[in-house]
T-cell receptor, first 114, second 113 residues
């Protein structure tokens, strides 16, 4: 049974470009949350998608947007990339929206902005 | 906003030693979660605490929910090389069963065989 799958694993982009990261949730999960983890820091909540809608959002600018598809997979889009967007982007899936339902994290996408 | 502070930032210990780390907050949390992250992987939940004063074990790991609800502690007994990783505390960043978690900055543990 596959866990959470994220692609790509690594990515290098130039400042000002746009990027799309992908996440397939664990089988049986219907909710996807995205986190940004800067080097040496803990993960920071970006947003959560449930029933194809953004349900909660952290303190991130509108340059960060997302989408959830009918099969529960999700995309994270970042526009107008800044050097400070360089980080590990983690996807976490769960059955239902609450943290008590238990999150399964993927291994992340390492984004480097140059 | 809500913030979690972990100490120490890093630890370098000998195999077999016991380890203690803690997490504090300026605001009350009604849940404390402890995660471990190994290189190249996402965080994995170790222990969840839901009640002030609660003491919960998972093998050689023991965590406690502080009485003030503003702190939590994680102990690892008889450390082994596979305990290496970054340990994060986390708590809910909102209503009772919010989807948002607040993470501390982590305690990096290295174990010398």
């Amino acid at each position: 049974d596959a866990g959470v799958t994220q692609s790509p694993t690594h990515l290098i982009k130039t400042r000002g470009q746009q990027v799309t990261l992908r996440c397939s949730p664990k089988s049986g999960h219907d909710t996807v949350s995205w986190y940004q983890q800067a080097l040496g820091q803990g993960p920071q909540f970006i947003f959560q998608y449930y029933e194809e809608e953004e349900r909660q959002r952290g303190n991130f600018p509108d340059r960060f947007s997302g989408h959830q598809f009918p099969n529960y997979s999700s995309e994270l889009n970042v526009n107008a990339l800044l050097l400070g967007d360089s980080a590990l982007y983690l996807c976490a899936s769960s059955w239902g929206q609450g943290y008590r339902n238990g999150y399964t994290f993927g291994s992340g996408t390492r984004l480097t902005v140059v | 906003g809500q913030q979690l502070n972990q100490s120490p930032q890093s630890m370098f210990i000998q195999e077999g030693e016991d380890v203690s780390m803690n997490c504090t907050s300026s605001s009350i949390f009604n849940t404390w979660l402890w995660y471990k992250q190994e290189p190249g992987e996402g965080p994995v939940l170790l222990i969840a605490l839901y009640k002030a004063g609660e003491l919960t074990s998972n093998g050689r790991l023991t965590a406690q929910f502080g009485i003030t609800r503003k702190d939590s502690f994680l102990n690892i007994s008889a450390s082994i090389p596979s305990d290496v990783g970054i340990y994060f505390c986390a708590g809910p960043g909102g209503s009772s069963n919010t989807g948002k978690l607040i993470f501390g900055q982590g305690t990096t543990l290295q174990v010398k065989p």
